[in-house]
């Protein structure tokens, strides 16, 4: 499953979770709220039979049974019969409720206030029973395990289908990646070829005209081989193998300009460099190559005709920029996304920039797309100084 199939999958399992978890949550409150009402009538409906129990056996002047709580209170919550006595709170319930039936709990106990007849001062028979919490402490581990169980269900089933639904894509997919990866690996040898049959040209036994014909070759040959080199990276990059070293940043930009100097000779472009005193960066020399090659070929391709590629090497830094348009402000996070194209008139893939960014990203460097002083755009490569890093003079 490649990395964007992974992302839509999971951004889609945490939609669909997120629903989830609140519907079975208000499912849940509601069947918890349905069965704690049931316990409270079942509870009820008890205190109503020994309510019962009671009154007989006060009717014929018989002790009610021990194992009942109550008690026969005034409406000031005075207690002249019974087992118990009520704290003042319940006093002051009491005077609120003279007729009828009323229930009431605190946190240990559930109680039931019946009106008794009486010719004179109003008074009540108050029966009394343990709040059952075994049974709400089993409605709440009940209603974990089935909310946890159906949670487990429906996210089993979602997954097991969206992996059915991405299946086709899947395989549509892979077919282009396995045709890109064998398109890419037949270019080598021919781009090769190119390349050395160009460089073991004798120029000056060509007429001017032949002269021209080769150069245009060369650069199309090289403007490949970048592409190449770009392609094989986003495909190939995870099951390479890395290998980190100190880098001479200018020995090596130095090498990339005169592989890009007959596609910028083509545009008349004005190289400008300047290697100062730096510092080497500790990363994989190949991956650092793809850094140079891509801004090197941007800043030569988004230039303007006979404008100037100006390249620093100081410090903790590379800075390339050239005399285009510029990159605007909104666009200068967008322009590291994979497939963003700012001028479509350019060509390309959209891919440099993203391969630039990634690299920086896993070797701990920043990269920075900010204004040239002449309107074109800058981008700086900056790397993390270490006790490793080696400084190489001005040349």
């Known amino acids: 499953m490649i990395a964007a199939e992974k992302q839509a999958l999971h951004r889609f399992l945490i939609l669909y979770a ?29 205190l109503r039979i020994m309510t019962t129990s009671i009154g007989r056996s006060l009717k014929r ?28 709170i319940d006093a002051r319930f009491v005077q609120t409720h003279h007729d009828g039936e009323t229930f009431f709990s605190d946190e240990r106990y559930i109680y039931r206030i019946n009106a008794l007849p009486t010719l004179f001062e109003p008074r009540f028979l108050i029966v009394r029973a343990k709040v059952d919490s075994d049974m709400y402490r089993n409605l709440i581990v009940n209603m974990i395990a089935i909310w946890g169980g159906a949670f487990i269900f429906f996210m089993a089933i979602a997954a097991i289908l969206t992996r059915m639904f991405l299946k086709p894509m899947r395989d549509t997919i892979s077919l282009l990646d396995r045709f890109i990866k064998d398109s890419t690996h037949e270019m080598t040898t021919p781009i090769a070829a190119i390349l050395m049959s160009v460089e073991s040209f ?19 040959a090289r403007t490949i081989k970048n592409v190449y080199d770009d392609l094989a990276f986003v495909l190939l990059d995870a099951r390479r193998q890395k290998v980190l070293s100190a880098i001479d940043v200018g020995a090596l930009i130095k090498e990339r300009i005169e592989f890009f100097e007959p596609i910028g000779r083509a545009r008349n472009v004005v190289w400008e460099v300047f290697i100062g005193e730096h510092t080497q960066p500790i990363a994989d020399k190949s991956e650092f190559t793809r850094i140079a090659d891509n801004l090197l070929s941007n800043a030569i391709k988004y230039n303007k005709q006979g404008g100037r590629v100006i390249v620093r090497v100081e410090g903790c830094s590379l800075s390339i920029e050239d005399e285009g348009g510029g990159v605007g402000e909104n666009d200068r996070v967008k322009i590291l996304d994979r497939f963003a194209r700012l001028d479509s008139a350019q060509g390309g893939f959209g891919l440099g920039l993203n391969i630039v960014k990634t690299i920086c990203d896993r070797a701990k460097m920043t990269i920075e797309v900010k204004s040239a002083e002449g309107g074109g755009g800058k981008f700086v490569i900056s790397w993390r100084t270490s006790q490793e890093a080696h400084v190489l003079s001005a040349q």
Do not use: C, M
């Open 202 to 220: 004798g120029r000056e036994n060509l007429s001017e005209r032949d002269q021209k014909r080769l150069a245009r070759i060369e650069i199309a």
């Open 18 to 46: 997120g629903s989830l978890a609140f519907f079975l949550g208000i499912i849940g409150w509601g069947y918890y709220g349905f069965h704690s009402r049931q316990i409270a009538k079942a509870q009820q409906n008890e």
């Open 61 to 88: 002047g018989e002790q009610p049974d021990e194992d009942i709580a109550w008690a026969i209170v005034d409406s000031y919550g005075r207690t002249y019969a019974g087992t118990f006595k009520l704290a003042t």
